[in-house]
């Protein structure tokens, strides 16, 4: 099977898997919600990949679509990663807390609602910096599930 390859040589999900994760995120299918909507993804993203889509009123945009399961996938690395370190972590070579702040770090990569009000906070208070550009969150394109 020809799987798409991101830029970042990553192989990335196949179209239908890619459409059936969009749909159970924003419960429509991708081409109910834009006018045109490439199912190969151009890039790599945190934890997903991206695609280019037009909206219905024609403004072309990146939609980034996360991996199936990739939340549980990393729940479960981090429980291995706490038996592996368990020694290390009683006798101090590894200091408590470090395994859990890193699971948060990684899992918060997987909230793409918080990183869409990230992204328009940071729009707002770097507004001033004109040799900025700071992708816009379309609001009704908003993840409702993970």
Avoid at 21 to 40: A, V
Avoid at 74 to 100: Q, Y
Wanted: charged fraction near 25%; proline fraction near 5%.
């Amino acid at each position: 099977m020809n799987l798409p390859i991101c830029k970042c040589g990553a192989p990335g999900m196949h179209a239908t898997l890619a459409r059936a994760q969009f749909k159970g995120s924003l419960g429509r299918y991708p081409e109910e919600m834009f006018r045109d909507f490439d199912p190969e993804p151009f890039a790599a993203a945190s934890l997903g990949q991206v695609h280019r889509a037009v909206t219905r009123n024609g403004e072309k945009v990146a939609v980034k679509i996360q991996y199936p399961a990739i939340r549980s996938a990393i729940e479960n690395d981090f429980k291995l990663l706490r038996s592996a370190t368990w020694l290390a972590r009683m006798s101090g070579h590894v200091p408590k807390g470090l395994v859990e702040e890193l699971q948060r770090g990684i899992l918060e990569e997987t909230d793409y609602a918080q990183e869409a009000d990230n992204l328009e906070f940071f729009r707002k208070e770097l507004s001033k910096l004109t040799y900025l550009s700071i992708p816009r969150f379309i609001a009704n394109y908003r993840q409702t599930a993970c």
